[in-house]
């Protein structure tokens, strides 16, 4: 199982969480439910960051062989994820957690009560993204499965076609389409749906309430709510993977260098703290 850079960093409501080259894991930012107590972890190739509108929040590893830890508020169990098995991808929503198992299957944890969690059914799926109240998988053929709450049609990605990678914020839908270009659905109250113009995407994330794309050279767009700066990425540059949290977004470097925008109200923006972490580690 190897690990690949879109999976080297989270952004939760209020933390942010980075893999480190040899399998540990580092955070930074609020950390009343033990969200960032992840200094312990060991052989980890993936990452997620539950990220919430209200602030509570997780922190969920997948470990390199196929088991699950996790750190956090798990007041609606969504920590309780020591069970699995063969798991091959994570994440992370508000009060849940979301696996991705080998067969192509996927199991979930967590809150139910908007049918969230329900997606036992689910087959050939590739990817999982989690929202707050929505959870949606990539099937193989480049369509869509989501289930959850709909109130603002943020389900309404049936009729997808050719999607390669997809996020899912607190009430919209993303997908990036194989041509580079992205399709959303779901509240555009923010302006964080209005992706269509956007071309020579290579990943996409979803925050609360904007959206982030990484362009084919390096640099990186959004739209959406910027009251705290979190769309104010136009000057990065070199970026291999992206994360977008409630009010900020993360970027992660090719030369492993972690840069933030956005609110840092509880030090998730303080990068420099994972760095030190990553050096102490190398």
């Known amino acids: 199982m190897n690990t690949d850079s879109s999976s080297a960093i989270a952004a939760g409501y ?13 955070a930074c930012g609020e950390n009343t439910y033990g969200q960032c107590e992840v200094s312990g972890w060991r052989n980890i190739v993936a990452v997620a960051a539950g990220n919430a509108h209200t ?6 590893g997948l470990q390199s062989d196929g088991t699950v830890i996790a750190a956090g ?35 979930a944890a967590g809150r139910n009560n908007e049918g969230q969690c329900e997606v036992s059914g689910w087959q050939d799926i590739v990817a999982v993204t989690a929202g707050d109240w929505h959870t949606v998988g990539l099937r193989a053929d480049g369509t869509v499965a989501a289930a959850g709450n709909n109130r603002y ?26 041509d580079g270009t992205v399709a959303a659905a779901g509240l555009n109250k923010r302006g964080q749906c209005e992706v269509g113009g956007w071309c ?36 990065w540059s070199d970026i291999v993977a992206i994360a977008a949290g409630c009010t900020h977004t993360l970027g992660l470097r090719s030369d492993g260098i972690v840069v933030a925008a956005g609110s840092n109200a509880y030090g998730q923006c303080d990068t420099s703290a994972l760095l030190s972490s990553q050096s102490s580690s190398s």
Not at 19 to 25: A, Y
Not at 153 to 178: C, E, F, N, P, S
Not at 205 to 232: F, K, M, P, R
């Open 55 to 60: 602030g509570n929040s997780h922190t969920v």
């Open 73 to 107: 508020w798990n007041k609606h169990d969504q920590c309780n994820v020591s069970g699995w098995r063969d798991i091959v991808a994570i994440a992370a929503g508000w009060r849940r957690t979301v696996g991705l198992k080998t067969d192509g299957t996927v199991v």
């Open 200 to 235: 020579s995407i290579t990943a996409v994330a979803a925050g609360s309430h904007h959206t982030v794309g990484l362009q084919s050279d390096g640099t990186v767009i959004a739209s959406g709510w910027n009251e705290y700066g979190q769309c104010e990425v136009s000057g």
């Open 14 to 26: 209020r933390h942010s969480v980075l893999l480190l080259p040899d399998g540990t894991v580092s």
């Open 153 to 178: 049609g943020q389900l309404k990605a049936g009729g997808w076609q050719k999607i390669t990678m997809a996020a899912a914020g607190y009430l919209h839908t993303v997908g990036l389409r194989a």
